[in-house]
């Protein structure tokens, strides 16, 4: 069964400044999706980045782009540029690309805190 | 466009009591899904739905029902609610394979329910 790993429980950085947030994960497919999703205090899920595992190049959304190492199955997040309303807890989540039901289920990690200091 | 809609947002509940939350997409995906957030912790699936008259357990399924007879509709059910269904709970949507997607899911802003 896959797993995720977030290894950090909390994070902080100053703003303006750059962090990284890692995660890990076990799988045996060679092909899947993985996520990057932010929860602010109001609960909601947020869509922060994707990366499909066939694709080779990083994934980026302006101020947020991941390091992926397939061979590693390591999936961190970059936050550059630090604002004060990054501060969330942020999830990483995996998906099978084959997905249907529970196979199509979305696998977490615990979360890490992220806390952004003026 | 209201995305995924939940209601409702609050509630608190008595030991025994019975409850449904609501869940709407209109975005005319297959698939569906409840999930719980404990504090501390990630989200665990529930129940899953991948298109209307098909339903199936997740991981965490006792003390819960659904059903879905439309696109749009998965309402899931407390029966007799207990204080360790006391959580956040998300439904959550997503195109299938052959809708052709990014493999996202789209979650509702969730529901906080308290069993007392």
């Known amino acids: 069964a896959q797993t995720v790993t977030q290894s950090q429980p909390e994070m902080s950085v100053q703003e303006a400044e750059t962090v990284t947030l890692s995660c890990t994960y076990d799988?045996?497919?060679?092909?899947?999706?993985l996520f990057w999703y932010k929860q602010p205090p109001s609960r909601q899920m947020i869509l922060v980045i994707r990366?499909?595992?066939?694709?080779?190049q990083n994934a980026t959304e302006n101020r947020f782009s991941v390091n992926f190492q397939k061979a590693a199955k390591s999936f961190s997040l970059k936050i550059s540029d630090s604002q004060l309303g990054d501060a969330a807890m942020y999830f990483c989540?995996?998906?099978?690309?084959?997905?249907?039901?529970?196979?199509?289920?979305?696998?977490f990690g615990k979360g890490t805190k992220l806390s952004v200091k003026p | 466009n209201a995305g995924v809609t939940q209601t409702p947002k609050f509630r608190i509940l008595k030991i025994g009591q019975s409850m449904t939350l609501q869940c709407t997409q209109d975005?005319?995906?297959?698939?569906m899904y409840w999930y719980r957030q404990d504090p501390g912790m990630g989200l665990k699936l529930i129940y899953y739905?991948?298109?209307?008259?098909?339903?199936d357990k997740g991981e965490v399924p006792n003390g819960y029902n659904v059903s879905r007879s439309t696109t749009e509709d998965f309402p899931l059910r407390l029966e007799l609610a207990a204080p360790s269904q006391t959580s956040v709970y998300f439904c959550?949507?997503?195109?299938?394979?052959?809708?052709?997607?990014?493999?996202?899911?789209?979650f509702g802003e969730g529901s906080r329910l308290t069993v007392l």
């Open positions: 959550a949507s997503s195109y299938s394979k052959l809708q052709g997607a990014a493999g996202e899911l789209f």
């Open positions: 799988t045996s497919e060679s092909d899947y999706y």
């Open positions: 990366q499909e595992a066939y694709k080779q």
């Open positions: 989540a995996y998906r099978r690309p084959n997905y249907g039901g529970s196979q199509g289920n979305l696998i």
């Open positions: 975005m005319n995906h297959n698939y």
């Open positions: 739905s991948v298109g209307a008259g098909i339903t």
